[in-house]
């Protein structure tokens, strides 16, 4: 059905994870998310801190079929892209393109999710992220 895959995400989730920085400095991050719209709307914000610095991910998707759009941000390291990729099963996959390169995945159940990012061009160079919902 049309939007299930967004809608097993909404709401407010916490967690742990780690940053990696293009210098190979790494932190542990918390991390809070939220995630709003529903059916084939997605509003995504992830916050999280580090013991130097912050991270802070927005993204607005549409999805089509299994097929989603739209943009991604990250606010700390001044990045914009357009997002495009895929939502099978119990994963979103996404590719970032534009200001900055790179992936996005979100594995999730119930009740946990797993978010990967890998960027390019950028001082940040990695973030992994595990959450529940809080």
């Not at 918390?30 to 995630?35: L, Q, R, S, T």
């Not at 393109?97 to 950028?122: D, E, F, K, L, N």
Request: overall charge positive.
């Amino acid at each position: 059905a049309a939007g299930t895959t967004f809608d097993v995400l909404l709401g407010s989730w916490r967690g742990t994870g780690q940053i990696v920085l293009s210098d190979g400095k790494a932190e542990r991050l918390k991390c809070n998310a939220y995630y709003t719209g529903g059916g084939s709307q997605l509003g995504m914000a992830i916050r999280c801190q580090s013991e130097s610095s912050n991270v802070e991910i927005r993204s607005k998707l549409s999805q089509s079929g299994g097929r989603i759009t739209g943009t991604w941000e990250e606010r700390t390291f001044n990045a914009t892209g357009i997002a495009a990729g895929q939502a099978s099963g119990d994963r979103i996959s996404l590719q970032i393109s534009g200001g900055v390169t790179g992936t996005m995945s979100v594995s999730y159940s119930g009740s946990r999710q797993s978010v990967a990012i890998s960027t390019q061009g950028i001082a940040l160079k990695s973030v992994t992220i595990d959450l529940s919902r809080s």
